[in-house]
């Protein structure tokens, strides 16, 4: 069998489970195709870029288990898990990933609501009489 990479991305509150092996190019999310799943294009565009920073969009194919968060969560922890899956697969791939800055994880995430406030940050409108 050929050698397959897993890996773990994280976003928000998405976590996607990376299976990656050598193939001809076939991404799947949740077993459906990814264009079908994330349909707007700027989130196919960031499920593609560490393949394409790379030059290797046709050489692997990627089966993406996806879970909790919002489809940007979602496409953005893809991201991050392929990312780490090449670098796993080939260290000499780590330069060029890192220069177009796929390999960290966004560490923002929502702020929690505080008492006495409407949201997180918004206050009630102030009376002064």
């Known amino acids: 069998m050929e050698k397959q990479k897993n890996a773990v991305g994280r976003r928000k509150e998405a ?3 990376i299976f990656l092996q050598k193939g001809s190019g076939n991404i799947t ?6 264009k079908e799943y994330f349909s707007l294009q700027y989130l196919q565009n960031q499920v ?3 393949l394409k920073t790379i030059q290797s969009l046709d050489k692997f194919d990627v ?3 996806a879970s909790g968060g919002g489809m940007k969560g979602q496409a953005e922890a893809a ?4 990312a780490r ?4 697969l080939n260290p000499e791939f780590r330069p060029a990933l890192k220069a177009v800055g796929v ?3 966004d560490p923002r995430s929502v702020e929690r609501k505080k008492f006495g406030h409407k949201k997180a940050r918004k206050s009630f409108q102030f009376s002064k009489r």
């Open 15 to 17: 976590v996607t489970r």
């Open 29 to 34: 999310v949740n077993d459906k195709n990814y």
């Open 48 to 50: 593609e870029l560490p």
């Open 63 to 65: 089966k993406i288990n």
């Open 79 to 82: 991201k991050l898990g392929i």
């Open 85 to 88: 899956a090449l670098v796993e």
């Open 103 to 105: 390999l960290k994880r």
